[in-house]
């Protein structure tokens, strides 16, 4: 049994262990490169939040749906409403890129810790950046 006296110094020592534990877990381990070779491997549904340049709170949901062929279509939930848009992506350098009407995008694919994401880096109209940590879709 604790003595009265040494109660603080405890529970200060259980919050400071639950802390790093925490930190433990959200702490960003080094990632690997994918090549990407083929469609094939980032085929499907990924997700995630989309920032804009301008500040983090210029955010939005973001979905891509990805086919075998290339063929995507994409959207995104936005404060004023919705955009979706669709079309087919590229292969270059092991990386996937698209560009249409202005806009382009290049997506990355990155693994650690046997968990995937795909780095999307695009540039919007008028000459916006934009950025998301897209991962596989929950189904």
């Known amino acids: ?26 702490v960003v381990r080094p990632s690997t490169v994918v090549p990407i070779r083929s469609f094939s491997q980032v085929a499907g549904k990924w997700d995630g939040l989309a920032i804009g340049a301008k500040t983090a709170g210029d955010a939005s949901f973001f979905l891509i749906t990805i086919a075998d062929d290339g063929a995507y279509q994409a959207g995104t939930t936005r404060g004023m409403g919705v955009f979706a848009g669709s079309g087919k992506l590229t292969i270059k350098d092991g990386k996937l890129t698209t560009e249409a009407d202005g806009d382009s995008a290049t997506y990355t694919l990155h693994e650690s810790g046997g968990k995937r994401v795909l780095q999307l880096d695009g540039v919007v109209k008028p000459g916006r950046g934009v950025t998301a940590n897209l991962t596989p879709a929950k189904k």
Do not use: D, F, Q, Y
């Open 1 to 26: 049994m604790l003595e009265p006296r040494h109660a603080p110094l405890a529970v200060t020592a259980l919050i400071a262990a639950l802390l790093l534990g925490a930190c433990a877990e959200s």
